[in-house]
């Protein structure tokens, strides 16, 4: 057993140990992050130039840490799916989210991201049904946005799970397209509501006639599977005209409008509040 740790041992790379005390860290500041409030959502508007208005807004976490100040989600989701959080935290976002649009007179969808942890858990339908239920929010206004990772890590359990939401008139949008493997394959598997081309294709699209040519053909894939495409990440008035000439006309970005806090979204005029 002596020889075996020692192997083990040597098997780690300086820092490794550290790295594995930083992640643990993390995730009990975490935790502490969730009961005591340092969470928050920020919503990022969605336009459809076909009606020619907001679609929706995508909840986006925050953390803003006492010390640390602003912690970007690309830091601490892949640590609160490690270490088991995101289930705590995932149905923390879909209850705000929910209860928020909840109150918005505007009949827009909001947006909330899935992670595959959430998916596989045997609670999500009933979980989702409760929150619409506390809420009030009609089912269709709800929009789950999901990549294909989710579905890749137990494929016959996921699509059951996916008809059951839609059934439920949840809508299903496959996040970040194109950067998984198995994009096409996903498309055949299931009826998405939406696709969002990932802001890598849209901030390359410029510079490079064949990232272009991709997003043209994934754009004529929608039409023929009718099924919307939207475009992420755009942040240039050119992007933007390029994109829309390619006939694309879903956009998400900064040039529409950053992710703010719920307050902000209602105090620019975009949306009123029921009274
Ligand atoms: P995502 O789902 O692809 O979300 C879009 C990300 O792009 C957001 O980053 C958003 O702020 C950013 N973004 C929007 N427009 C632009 C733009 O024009 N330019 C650039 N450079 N970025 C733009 P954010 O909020 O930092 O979130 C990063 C990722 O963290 C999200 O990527 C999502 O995968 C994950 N995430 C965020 N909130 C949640 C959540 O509540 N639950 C789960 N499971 N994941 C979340
Ligand atoms: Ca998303
Ligand atoms: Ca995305
Ligand atoms: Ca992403």
């Not at 098997?11 to 820092?15: A, R, S």
């Not at 929010?137 to 269709?140: G, N, S, Y």
């Not at 397209?177 to 493997?181: A, I, P």
């Given at each position: 057993a002596k020889a075996q740790l020692a192997q083990h041992v040597c098997?780690?790379?300086?820092?490794m140990d550290e790295l594995v005390r930083k992640r643990r860290n993390v995730a009990t500041e975490l935790r502490k992050a969730l009961d005591t409030g340092q969470l928050s959502i920020h919503y990022q508007v969605q336009t459809s130039v076909a009606t020619g208005g907001i679609l929706g807004y995508e909840a986006l976490v925050r953390w803003l840490h006492p010390v640390r100040g602003a912690v970007p989600p690309a830091e601490f989701i892949p640590i609160a799916e490690e270490s088991g959080l995101i289930l705590q935290l995932g149905e923390w976002v879909l209850r705000q989210a929910c209860a928020a649009a909840a109150t918005w007179d505007s009949p827009c969808k909001v947006a909330v991201n899935l992670s595959p942890m959430q998916f596989s858990q045997v609670s999500l339908l009933a979980l989702l049904k409760a929150v619409l239920e506390e809420t009030g929010?009609?089912?269709?206004r709800l929009e789950l946005e999901l990549t294909e990772s989710t579905i890749f890590m137990d494929r016959k359990h996921a699509l059951e799970l996916l008809a059951d939401i839609k059934a439920l008139g949840v809508s299903i949008a496959l996040d970040d397209?194109?950067?998984?493997?198995s994009s096409l394959d996903i498309l055949r598997s299931f009826s998405f509501d939406r696709i969002k081309i990932d802001a890598s294709f849209v901030q390359d699209a410029e510079s490079d006639l064949q990232t272009f040519s991709v997003i043209r053909a994934v754009l004529s894939l929608g039409k023929s599977l009718n099924i919307p495409v939207m475009a992420e990440g755009i942040e240039t008035p050119s992007q933007f005209s390029m994109l829309k000439e390619a006939g694309c006309d879903e956009f998400q970005g900064f040039l529409l409008g950053r992710p703010l806090p719920l307050e902000h979204i209602v105090q620019s005029g975009q949306m009123g509040l029921v009274s």
């Open positions: 098997f780690y790379e300086p820092g929010l009609a089912p269709t397209f194109g950067t998984g493997y």
